[in-house]
């Protein structure tokens, strides 16, 4: 990996960081389905102005329909859970469940796309499941039937992230590329799609009580533009650059930031669970993406 793509990799945590922090001040005041719709539309408006200002060729080579459908499955659903978790847990948690990305990758790459399931690769994902088990198990949160349903749908948006992963690679990369911006842009307005009747039938039949106030609203447009729309940008290069596996390593910088924005900006309690969970998902993480002995092949 180039000196480029590790800075990518650091800043692509502490803004991703940052958007656990936005929804656990938004969606426990307007909901999660609103949280979620509002974050892929302004992140999609802010996508537009970028291509607009840099007067991007919006050319997608055929492939609109598979940028569409990363969308929903890399952004549509995986906000939607996280958004629901953000009611229901602390914002380190969900930080900490996010690591199980790569975790999520390995084990649908090698049952869905052929990619070899080692056994430092198993070994890597028992820790990592056991990390996750320590973490809601002991933490300062006494986890009953609410705690587990946010901690399930952190674990659902994480194996969205390792399918996309894999179909981005498939169906973008393989085939000659794509501008990133294309990809985040078509990405965010299939996850649009997708949410709008779900936003449409909770506003219409079940409204909240308060749409917030304005430094609500500024918290979820910096969660669409900031966390989603330069953050896919981000994303989906270093997806080309480095490959899927590899760049979901980007959550195990999450929950450290994560955790650190969840403390000095909501006041949240750091454990000796979010301690030692998250170490054992870093020592799996490091098993997964590691390869010791392997030289790197010449350019």
């Not at 996280?82 to 790569?102: D, E, K, Q, V």
Request: glycine fraction near 12%; charge should be positive; hydrophobic fraction near 55%.
């Amino acid at each position: 990996m180039r000196p480029s793509d590790y800075a990518r990799l650091l800043l692509l945590g502490a803004i991703w960081g940052f958007s656990f922090l936005f929804m656990r001040m938004v969606a426990p005041v307007i909901g999660a389905i609103p949280t979620a719709f509002f974050r892929v539309l302004f992140a999609s408006l802010g996508l537009i102005v970028i291509l607009l200002a840099l007067r991007t060729r919006w050319d997608f080579r055929g492939k609109l329909r598979q940028t569409l459908l990363l969308g929903a499955i890399n952004s549509g659903v995986p906000f939607l859970m996280y958004t629901l978790a953000a009611r229901l847990l602390p914002a380190g948690y969900s930080a900490i469940f996010n690591a199980t990305a790569p975790l999520m990758g390995v084990l649908i790459g090698a049952l869905f796309f052929h990619e070899a399931a080692t056994a430092r690769k198993l070994i890597g994902v028992t820790v990592g499941l056991a990390g996750v088990t320590l973490l809601t198990a002991v933490g300062p949160v006494a986890m009953g039937w609410p705690e587990l349903l946010g901690a399930l749908a952190c674990l659902v948006a994480t194996s969205c992230y390792g399918i996309s992963g894999f179909l981005t690679q498939r169906w973008i990369h393989e085939r000659g590329g794509l501008n990133p911006k294309l990809v985040a842009t078509g990405s965010q307005f299939g996850a649009t799609l997708l949410l709008l009747p779900f936003f449409a039938a909770s506003a219409t039949l079940a409204p909240p009580p308060s749409w917030g106030n304005p430094s609500l609203w500024l918290a979820l447009a910096a969660l669409g533009l900031l966390c989603t729309a330069w953050a896919y940008i981000l994303f989906f290069r270093l997806m080309e650059n480095i490959g899927p596996v590899r760049s979901l390593t980007v959550t195990f910088l999450v929950p450290a930031f994560g955790v650190l924005w969840g403390v000095l900006f909501l006041g949240e309690q750091v454990s000796w669970a979010h301690l030692a969970g998250g170490g054992m998902i870093g020592l799996a993480l490091w098993l997964v993406v590691s390869h010791p002995g392997q030289k790197a092949a010449r350019p």
